[in-house]
């Protein structure tokens, strides 16, 4: 009786695989090659908190659980976050261990991580802006700060890498192989911020023909002259932007295809990939409608590669029903269900289903295909002048009667151009449609003024209805956890005072909501911005304010309810009343709603 054999090849796992690309990155990786990353498993003398992520020691060994459950590219930013808390410098600046230290180094770390975004981190660990900005600080300043200002309750025992209170760095290792010199993984990462610097700067000044300049005969320039010259919808804002082609340059930004970059007006095509002209006219044109409809800064907070993806779809959707080139092998978000559906609808829908982010990809491949980092603030001019241009474009192929575009193309691009009705007026139209000024009503039993003059005619006084003061009113549901952003508190406690005052609301029922709600009860409008304090309790649960507010018997049954929120909250929300939003800028809600959303700019 004969066996077969068969020789299957392990599948690395998705620490190891992070390994990889840490090694691999053009920051991180040569911090890697001082590293020694350990997986601790029984029977190991070395035990790991529960739940721990990694622990580090200062002489750069890495112990880590394999066993906790986290994706490849989790694992790569916990990775990479280790390797940044080494890059600080903590081991020569404070001392080690000691939990303020741990506080400092990763507090510093997570800030450079920002920068480098090498991977994904767990949730829990990320933090406000305002204390994010304390990593700018050297580790001394940040440790005396932390003295100073505790923040115990955002960074609590489970913010660190361990999860716990044990600490996260360690000297065992380093007491033991004290006749070893331990390597400087400060000076490590400072040469490797010169030499990329150094790259970047040949990259620039080099004349060869590796210098990024498109080949003028090649595909790409062809295609971008054929649409300047034959479709005049993106020719205009096209003739702005120029053809970057650099293999080595693309590599190290990780583009698979194209990519495009609005504050410095480039657009990159791998040089790789070898598109063929039908190819490259579909390419550069879906780079340059992400130019023209600001899809950076129509992001608005959400997830980047997720929203990228959803604008990919209506995009490709739109070049497919022009007939205006031919997608790339890999590079086509196509789906005849999302049809005429809006970003930020084909956005919510994948946001719900987060198992299909793994089997999608934007033409930079696995990540972002819209370069600019913070696109909607340093760029501001730059995006305005490609909505103008787009409208411009469309103008004239309009005029010259050229070929018949989708409706919803003209749509997107006729509404971006048409200034938006600000939040406050908004908000001052939900107010005075549900709180209408009551109507005057004539009481006897109060004469008037005027009565001393004709006494023989008895003249009534107008008087505001009794009854419509309880029920003239709306609630207030107010997040006052540490996240929310006190100048944004203010502008908004400001508006609703002037509009309700303008409504002749005397009085609003407050509530204030972080991780526990506090009934404030019946706050008169004059004094409702003095009464608002941020109590910083950390994250916000605002359900049981909801539940709390609608459970008062002097709060009338037919009053609606207004919540103002970052959106950092519970992923569902049950309102049983006529209800409305106030975000802070840039933020977005978790969860799908009809009620009105206002969006503070």
């Known amino acids: 009786m004969t066996h077969r054999h068969r020789s299957h090849k392990r599948q690395p796992k998705g620490y190891e695989r992070a390994q990889r690309q840490l090694s691999e990155h053009y920051l991180l990786g040569p911090l890697t090659g001082a590293m020694n990353f350990r997986p601790v498993v029984p029977p190991s003398r070395t035990v790991l908190p529960a739940g721990a992520y990694c622990q580090i020691d200062i002489d750069g060994t890495v112990r880590f659980d394999p066993s906790v459950k986290l994706s490849n590219e989790q694992w790569f930013g916990v990775f990479a976050l280790a390797a940044l808390v080494l890059a600080s410098g903590v081991a020569r600046r404070l001392p080690v261990p000691a939990r303020i230290t741990d506080l400092a180094a990763q507090i510093a770390a997570l800030h450079t991580w920002q920068q480098v975004r090498a991977g994904e981190l767990p949730e829990h660990i990320a933090l406000p802006p305002g204390y994010l900005q304390w990593g700018r600080q050297p580790l001394e300043a940040i440790a005396s700060r932390l003295h100073t200002e505790p923040i115990n309750e955002v960074l609590d025992g489970q913010w660190t890498l361990t999860r716990s209170q044990q600490p996260l760095l360690t000297a065992e290792r380093a007491q033991t192989t004290h006749h070893h010199q331990r390597p400087d993984f400060e000076s490590i990462f400072a040469q490797a911020l010169v030499d990329n610097a150094k790259r970047a700067l040949q990259l620039q000044q080099s004349g060869n023909p590796s210098d990024g300049r498109a080949d003028p005969n090649g595909p790409p320039a062809r295609a971008r002259r054929w649409l300047l010259t034959h479709y005049p919808l993106l020719g205009s804002l096209l003739s702005e932007f120029e053809l970057v082609e650099d293999a080595e340059l693309c590599d190290r930004l990780n583009i698979h295809i194209a990519a495009i970059q609005v504050g410095t007006g480039e657009i990159f095509i791998n040089p790789r990939r070898h598109l063929g002209f039908e190819q490259a006219k579909f390419v550069i044109a879906h780079e340059i409608l992400h130019a023209g409809l600001n899809h950076a800064s129509r992001r608005q907070g959400r997830d980047p590669y997720l929203w990228n993806v959803a604008c990919d779809f209506v995009i490709n959707d739109w070049l497919v029903s022009m007939n205006l080139g031919i997608a790339p092998d890999g590079g086509l978000l196509f789906d005849d269900t999302l049809r005429g559906q809006a970003a930020e609808d084909i956005y919510r829908s994948l946001a719900s289903e987060l198992r299909v982010r793994r089997r999608l990809s934007t033409l930079r491949g696995a990540d972002v295909d819209i370069l600019d980092d913070r696109a909607g603030r340093c760029f501001t001019d730059r995006e305005a002048f490609c909505r103008r241009a787009l ?23 006729r509404t971006l ?52 003061r309880t029920t003239h009113t709306f609630g207030v549901i107010l ?8 100048a944004d508190l203010g502008k908004a406690l400001g508006a609703i005072v002037a509009f309700s005052q303008a409504q002749s609301v005397r009085q609003v029922r407050l509530v204030f909501c972080d991780a526990t709600p506090y009934d404030e009860g019946y706050v008169d409008v004059d004094a409702l911005a003095a009464r608002a304090r941020v109590r910083g309790r950390g994250g916000t649960v605002l359900q049981p304010a909801v539940d709390m507010l609608l459970g008062q018997p002097d709060f009338p049954k037919d009053c609606s309810v207004l919540i103002i929120t970052d959106g950092q909250c519970e992923p569902k929300l049950e309102v049983r009343r006529d209800h409305a939003f106030l975000l802070c800028p840039g933020m977005h809600l978790p969860f799908q709603t009809q009620s009105p959303v206002f969006q503070m700019k």
Do not use: K, Y
């Not at 997040?479 to 006190?486: E, F, N, Q």
């Open 391 to 413: 409208a411009q474009g469309l103008d004239f192929h309009q005029s010259s009667a050229r070929s018949l575009l989708p409706a919803g193309l003209v749509e997107a691009i």
């Open 479 to 486: 997040d006052t956890s540490a996240s929310m952003d006190r």
């Open 417 to 468: 151009n048409q200034p938006p009705i600000p939040w406050q007026a908004q908000l001052a139209a939900w107010i005075q449609e549900r709180c209408p000024v009551p109507e005057r009503q004539r009481s006897w039993a109060r004469p008037s003024r005027r009565q001393s003059v004709t006494p023989d005619i008895p003249r009534p006084r107008f008087v505001e209805p009794e009854e419509e």
